[in-house]
């Protein structure tokens, strides 16, 4: 740990468009691999906690397939579908030689 970052996982082991979940320091998260670089949010879908880590991304935008919300990995704003005062959480992810890292606090 330092300031805050935590290493999560190596960054070979997510295929590029897909998405790995990890749990670190008491969070449940999602590492995403999409075009531009890597990305963590929460794992558990704002709505009504549904854990997303089947759920499949298109581009940056990951689809719960409880009720359709829609969420952009990147920020975890709601988009197209969804309470936009609902967004996902997201953590700042860096990559650190093969790691990926996230500021979870
Ligand atoms: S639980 Fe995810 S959209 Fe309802």
Redesign the pocket.
């Known amino acids: 740990m330092n300031d805050g970052w935590v290493e999560l996982i190596d960054a070979t082991e997510i295929p590029l468009g897909d998405h790995r979940f990890v749990e670190a320091e008491g969070l449940r998260l999602l590492v995403h691999h999409i075009a531009e670089g890597y990305f963590v949010t929460a794992s558990t879908?704002?709505?009504?906690?549904?854990e997303?880590d089947r759920?499949a991304l298109t581009g940056h935008v990951i689809?719960?397939?409880?009720?359709?919300?829609k969420f952009d990995v990147r920020t975890g704003a709601v988009v197209a579908?969804?309470d936009e005062d609902s967004p996902l959480p997201s953590y700042r992810a860096e990559v650190r030689g093969a790691r990926v890292w996230a500021k979870l606090f």
């Open positions: 879908c704002p709505h009504q906690e549904f997303m759920c689809t719960c397939t409880e009720h359709g919300w579908v969804g």
